[in-house]
């Protein structure tokens, strides 16, 4: 693969063997990006989904594989095409998973409006003036949330959803952007590390054009305080797939 050389990568199995990934040592599939996708709203078999900046693959393919569904892996990035074009083919989803090369700033420009049911989302949450050093893919570098829901805007129909991963220390803004996308709020789920921590991450679901109540739902909690997993995340991971 010409572009990893400078990229330290490598290839695991999850779920008993049932999925393969080649990733980057510093992207890795967490336990959170799992609880996610086991937390989905929205989706059928029979939905078009957009994942939008699909990495190498994560929510595209284990979306697909647990739900049934088409999905369109958008990304731009050349070392995170390379593996989602492998990880895509290693798992024998070529029929289900589709790769799409382009820039969400500019989706209008290669993707057809109003055309998708759902759009998956898990964007860099952390500032460029954070520092981005260490690792690029968790930092927003020239591409903010506000370009992210502006495309989501975009590619969804009317009552299209909309499933977000975020960061509960950007929760107010996230909220405020989805609303200025007339995208609503509909649920909110925050993901614990411990139960006496603080929330870490933040799934939102939010219906482009329709009004409604928002719903706060119960915690997630994903350790317990000897750090063996809780008793719903051990439930997901067994089932999952």
């Not at 009552?159 to 996230?174: I, P, Q």
Request: proline share 3%; net charge positive; hydrophobic share 40%.
């Amino acid at each position: 693969m010409k572009y990893l050389k400078d990229l330290e990568v490598k290839e695991f199995t999850f779920f008993g063997g049932k999925v393969r990934f080649r990733q980057p040592k510093t992207h890795r599939l967490s336990v959170v990006e799992v609880l996610f996708i086991s937390n989905l709203k929205g989706i059928k078999r029979k939905s078009k989904v957009v994942d939008l900046g699909a990495g190498f693959g994560t929510l595209s393919i284990l979306t697909s594989l647990r739900y049934g569904c088409e999905v369109w892996a958008l990304e731009r990035d050349t070392h995170m095409l390379e593996l989602l074009d492998y990880n895509v083919r290693i798992n024998g989803l070529e029929d289900k998973v589709h790769i799409v090369e382009g820039d969400v700033r500019f989706v209008e420009k290669f993707m057809e409006k109003n055309s998708f049911d759902v759009a998956l989302l898990n964007p860099p949450f952390f500032p460029k003036s954070y520092g981005f050093e260490s690792n690029k893919f968790h930092f927003e570098v020239d591409t903010q949330l506000t370009d992210f829901i502006r495309a989501v805007k975009y590619l969804l129909k009317d009552n299209g959803k909309l499933n977000l991963l975020y960061t509960t220390f950007r929760c107010v803004e996230a909220i405020l952007i989805l609303l200025n996308n007339n995208i609503n709020p509909f649920y909110l789920r925050i993901f614990y590390p411990k139960m006496d921590k603080n929330g870490k991450f933040l799934h939102i679901y939010g219906v482009k054009n329709r009004r409604g109540n928002t719903v706060i739902e119960k915690p997630l909690i994903i350790n317990k305080d000897d750090g063996e997993y809780t008793k719903e995340v051990k439930s997901v991971l067994e089932s999952f797939l």
